[in-house]
């Protein structure tokens, strides 16, 4: 497996004379059960284990069904695991925490706050001051390219100025982790590259470790270190792929780079497979 590259200032531990990249989330031998609604058991996640270093970009690939953002969910502390163990920076996930930031397709907004009031949300929870929450907060704001929007509601921006509320609603947070759970999904596509470019910008500022939940191939190779390749339900993972692209990335550079074509390439055919698999198992 290629080593991601660390963001600046992340230390790393002395091993025979070599710097190891450092975890930031270890996923080890983890299975979810379900019971369904006619109490019958539903395996959704089976033997998961993966390795996540600190400030990588790793999206997850698979059918509908395959456990996915079940995974996720399990990392920001909304499920416990039926066997095995996560692990956020060595320590066991027992709960949610403010070391990990959820960005999920639906917005989830204040529908009675505004763009700031929104955003400030977060730091105010805190502790933080008004004045410093509210210019920390115009500064996000500023960053996903809202200025100018404060005063709005929720109720009068489209939906990617929404998804843009949301991810600096989070960044508020200052978590380590981001949690991206198809937050681009149910936008068109112009709006969702506008987007997937704004993510590339904000992560290589500071090079936050992101798990990305995805349907589209495209967009996972565009964005990540890592590609997760899942199997149909119980998920597991069929494949990781490791993205060696040159970064910062321009989508339109991209598109003429026989690499990246490969990885698209390649990518759908592990997801046709695994269709394949799923219609004649």
Known sequence: MSVVPLRSGVQTEPSSGHAQPVAMIEIDRVSQMFETS???????????????????????????????????????????????????????ITGPGPDRGPVFQEFALF???????????????????????????????????LKGYESFYPKELSGGMKQRVAIART????????????????????????????????WERDRKTVLFVTHSVDEAVFLSDKVVVMTRSPGRIKEIVDIDLPRPRRRADLLLDPHY?????????????VLEDELHP
């Not at 947070?173 to 997937?196: I, N, S, T, W």
Request: charged fraction near 25%; charge should be positive; hydrophobic fraction near 40%.
């Open 171 to 202: 960044l508020a947070y200052h978590p380590e982790v981001l949690l991206m759970d198809e937050p681009f999904g149910a936008l068109d596509a112009q709006p969702r590259k506008r987007l997937q470019n704004d993510l590339l910008n904000i």
């Open 38 to 92: 006619g109490r019958r058991s539903h395996l959704a996640l089976s033997d998961i284990s993966l390795t996540i270093e600190d400030g990588a970009f790793v999206s997850i690939l698979g059918p509908s069904g395959c456990g996915k953002s079940t995974l996720l969910y399990i990392v920001g502390g909304f499920v416990t695991p039926t066997a095995g163990v996560a692990k956020v920076k060595g320590k066991a």
């Open 111 to 145: 529908p009675w706050k505004n763009v700031l009031g929104n955003v400030m949300y977060g730091p105010r929870q805190q502790g933080v001051k008004r004045a410093e929450a509210e210019a920390q907060s115009r500064r996000l704001i500023e960053m996903v390219g």
């Open 261 to 273: 074509q490969k990885y698209v390439v390649d990518i759908e055919k592990l997801i046709d497979d």
